[in-house]
């Protein structure tokens, strides 16, 4: 039995359809790099400005780096390829050409493990968490 | 490896969570294997459940290729995000060609349009949130890993889950609708093949999302390249099914498989040698794997070829076989009704002959008055020659009621050695007239068996008359013996004998001495037939004996002794 011509045109509709799906996201994707990262960097903010950083919670026995952070969601086409392999030192969205947006710890709002720490010091080396 | 490593933090995650050489192992020889498989089949047949394998194979082998990219973010977010992307919908195409396959398969016909509407109504969805890019938020370099939208990277769970049950309710409904034990073993093999294939990749992925969901183990996604050898084990049912039951018409295609298979095993090993030694060792694995490979392929495909050729000639000789059996049934139709004309031709003929044979006969006898010389001559050869045909057409009508199982038979008991006296007072006038030396003899006393006087008559007849005819000068000698419990018939002539080659076929049908035609002898050649078929129908024996050519003859007619 071969295929009938219903049979051949929804496969060849379905081929179709998932080529043209492939060669979109691949476009979108992999040229444009059109998709938003989230990364964690170096928190840092100056007294008074009522912002606070996260902090990561160890569980008991558990060693693990308590560096504030800050959470930046960034479109991958604008990232600095610092953001990529953790090695940004005081990165700020300002100048950034495209969606970037720094995300600040809201009491309440965090996610489990971590907690809200406010940050008066200077700026502090790149951490990364682990 | 180390140059395709753009993202160091990503790699080194992901070293930490998995075995890089088993997430190769798991991934690239299976999805060779599938390709391999499928292509190979859709190589040799075009048929459509060859082309849906394809499909579900071609799919899988997508799926694992980008489910390895979705691992290797090291290569970049990129690659990740696009990859990643692209395995849900990857996954609902084998999920849905694997039940069109296995629907066509078993029931040997094209997947109804409402079933193949269906599908794509529930793949669509997943290929429109594909397209736009719906299933995945962003990518988190933190965890090397894209984040999913949990509605839409929901939703193809389930429809996987109504693929593989529907599946399942294919197999098992196939299994008890089909009645031929054949159709039962294959569905079984097919369905066991696929639903295996697919609950190992459904429950693996189920089970990795659970135990991720309920914090059970961290790094649960391992289990997910287990349910990727589902995929193998298919290729095995299958193949078992193209071996044994011939399934899509393929023979070579196992032997091609299985080395194509082991060579791509063998590549796939090249992901876990780091020593300079074994990767060597490896090579030459390779090599060797490629050449005895090549030589088994090519073996089997002669050896395939001779059988393909047997079984051309063994199905043409069944096809003549076919058409002899017609022809001889149209043979044995045709010779019936033959025999049935014959019979009816003779009654009609026997009825004016015995009028022609009784009037000679009284005129003979001088019912009609004193004849003179020159007519009672006439009149004599008038009564001879009209006995004659009576006795051709008592030859015929005995071979058409033999023929058509119509000979009835009197038994009774009677003297063999009477009616052997009898029979040859009947022929006197003949014996005399042929001029030969002619005797009878016999032990005294009495010779009984049973059976039908006239029949045993006409054997014994036959045999004399048969002696005579073929005796130009010499002798005939006719005796009557006893032999432990049988009584023998025999009568041993000088005549013109009979060659070795003509002994076996005497007692067919119009078979006559070849010397026959020489001597000028007539006859028909169905008195020795009729002889024999009577003895037969007397549980009894008859057969003749001669040294060869011009060395006379002698012919048995045995009985069994009444006591």
């Given at each position: 039995m071969t295929m009938d011509k219903v049979s051949r045109y929804v496969l060849v509709a379905l081929a179709l359809m998932f080529v043209v799906t492939i060669g979109y996201r691949f476009s979108q994707y992999?040229?444009?790099?059109?998709f938003l990262i989230e990364a964690q960097t170096a928190c840092s903010i100056s007294e008074g400005t009522g912002k606070t950083c996260f902090v990561a919670e160890c569980s008991e026995g558990e060693i693990c780096d308590q560096a504030p952070y800050k959470k930046v969601e960034i479109v991958a086409h604008a990232a600095p390829a610092c953001l990529l392999d953790h090695?940004?030192?005081?990165?700020?969205?300002?100048?950034?050409?495209?969606h970037c947006q720094e995300l600040y710890c809201q009491e309440g709002e965090h996610e489990e493990g971590e907690s809200c720490q406010e940050i008066v010091n200077e700026p502090l080396p790149e951490t990364i968490l682990e | 490896m180390n140059s395709l490593v753009n993202l160091q933090y990503c790699y080194d995650y992901l070293v930490e969570q998995i075995s890089l050489g088993l997430l190769l192992y798991s991934h690239i020889p299976t999805g060779v294997i599938a390709l391999v498989f499928g292509s190979l089949l859709l190589y040799k047949t075009r048929k459509l459940s060859s082309v849906t394998l394809f499909v579900v194979c071609l799919s899988f082998a997508l799926w694992c290729f980008f489910n390895l990219g979705a691992w290797f973010a090291f290569l970049g977010a990129e690659i990740t995000m696009f990859t990643w992307s692209l395995v849900d919908l990857t996954s609902l195409i084998f999920f849905s060609f694997s039940y069109y396959f296995l629907y066509v398969f078993l029931k040997k016909k094209d997947l109804p349009l409402w079933q193949k509407l269906s599908g794509i109504a529930l793949i669509l969805p997943t290929a429109y949130w594909t397209f736009l890019g719906k299933n995945l938020t962003a990518f988190d370099v933190n965890i090397c890993e894209a984040w999913e939208n949990d509605f839409v990277t929901s939703y193809p769970v389930y429809v996987q889950m109504v693929f593989l049950g529907a599946t399942i309710i294919l197999a098992a409904a196939n299994y008890f609708q089909v009645k031929n034990e054949e159709e039962k073993k294959k569905t079984v093999l097919a369905g066991l093949g696929i639903v295996t294939f697919l609950f190992f990749f459904f429950f693996s992925n189920f089970l990795a999302d659970y135990f991720i969901q309920y914090n059970i183990?961290?790094?649960?996604?391992?289990?997910?390249?287990?349910?990727?050898?589902g995929m193998p084990i298919l290729l095995i049912y299958l193949g078992y099914l193209i071996v044994k039951?011939?399934?899509?018409?393929?023979?070579i295609f196992t032997a091609q498989a299985l080395v194509i298979s082991t060579l791509a095993i063998v590549i796939a090993q090249y992901a876990f040698l780091h020593e300079p030694a074994t990767i060597i060792l490896n090579t030459i694995n390779f090599v060797l794997v490629l050449i005895v490979g090549t030589y088994l392929s090519k073996d089997v495909r002669k050896e395939i070829e001779a059988h393909k050729q047997i079984e051309k000639l063994a199905n043409k000789l069944a096809e003549t076989t076919e058409r002899l059996y017609v022809t001889n049934e149209h043979l044995e139709e045709l010779n019936r009704q033959k025999t049935e004309f014959v019979s009816i031709a003779s009654h009609q003929l026997r009825s004016p002959l015995t009028a022609i044979k009784g009037y000679a006969s009284m005129m003979l006898e001088g019912s009609f008055g004193q004849l003179g010389d020159q007519t009672r001559e006439a009149t004599s050869r008038i009564f001879e020659s009209s006995q004659k045909l009576v006795n051709v057409i008592e030859d015929f009508l005995n071979v058409t009621r033999i023929e058509l199982g119509k000979m009835k038979y009197e038994m009774a008991d009677f003297d063999l050695k009477q009616l052997a006296e009898t029979v040859i007072n009947e022929l006197k006038p003949t014996i005399e007239r042929k001029g030969i030396a002619f005797s009878f003899s016999a032990e005294p006393g009495t010779y009984t068996i049973n059976g039908d006087q006239g029949k045993i008559s006409q054997v014994l007849s036959n045999l004399i008359d048969n002696s005579l005819k073929y005796t130009p000068k010499g002798s005939v000698a006719v005796s009557v013996e006893r032999t432990g419990e049988k009584i023998r018939f025999k009568v041993k002539d000088t005549g013109i004998g009979i060659a070795p080659e003509t002994l076996p076929k005497?007692?067919?049908?119009?078979i006559r001495a070849d010397e026959a035609g020489q001597t000028n002898i007539k006859g028909t050649g169905l008195g020795l037939y009729v002889a024999k078929q009577i003895m037969e129908g007397h549980n009894g024996r008859l057969w003749a004996e001669s040294?060869?050519?011009?060395?006379g003859a002698t012919f048995y007619a045995e009985f069994r002794e009444k006591k």
């Open positions: 992999v040229i444009k790099k059109d090695s940004c030192e005081g990165f700020s969205c300002i100048g950034i050409n495209g | 183990w961290q790094y649960a996604y391992n289990v997910e390249i287990y349910g990727l050898f039951y011939h399934a899509f018409d393929l023979r005497l007692f067919e049908k119009f040294e060869g050519e011009g060395k």
